[in-house]
């Protein structure tokens, strides 16, 4: 990753800086159909996924947008062949490991959301230090969807206030969204206001149900290892074509 910059960031010209998203959130479909296409085994294509996540991380870093959430790997990916979940994750592993030191020198904040406790022991203490280490950092919040479902996040998030007005510590009158919010798995982590779905795929899958209820959304033909800074700008230009009413007139 480049250094950051104390200067504000050089931007495309035919951007504007006042109307870039805050926080933009990624679904990283297509790895395994740009594999097949290239005659490669799938893991290649998880392998230049990562490339194509860096590259978006830098630039949005690069370009002063503060906050990426990138969908990783879902609830139901675990109904993938076991070869292939397994070598997702040690991928998980093997990445933390190697771009923590960048990701300090970036100023980069790391978070994790899911069901993290069904990962393994050894990703799970990689993930939790990770975000220790990089907690004070004050650059772009980089989340990272691990294990996420959205209707599991809300069913959790049910659960959690159920217990609380069960226990006499809250009562059903005070649940507004945000007692809500505090109980999702992103907590603290301002909603997106740009969702960019790759491979074409004109559907959700399960992501951010409850976060991405006025985002924008950008679907692009695009497989995600090819997924570059030049497909962000045009990601970027859309956004900045819309008018965001938030049911107002």
Sequence with gaps: MTAQQTELPVLPSDLKRELLPRHVAVICDGNGRWARHRGLPRIMGHKQGVNALKEILRTCNDWGIEALTAYAFSTENWKRPVE???FLMTLFQVVLRQELREMMKENVRVKFAGNLKALPAALQEQIQNAMEETQNNRGIKFTIATNYGGRQEILS????IAQQVEAGLLKPSEIDEE?????LYTAGIDD????IRTSGEMRISNFLLWQIAYTEIYVTDTLWPDF???????????????????GKI
């Design 84 to 86: 292939e979940v397994d």
């Design 157 to 160: 998030a049910c659960r959690a």
């Design 179 to 183: 007692v809500f919010e505090r109980h």
């Design 192 to 195: 997106p206001d740009l969702l």
């Design 228 to 246: 570059d800074r030049n497909q962000l700008h045009k990601a970027l230009s859309s956004y900045q074509q819309r008018e965001r009413r938030f």
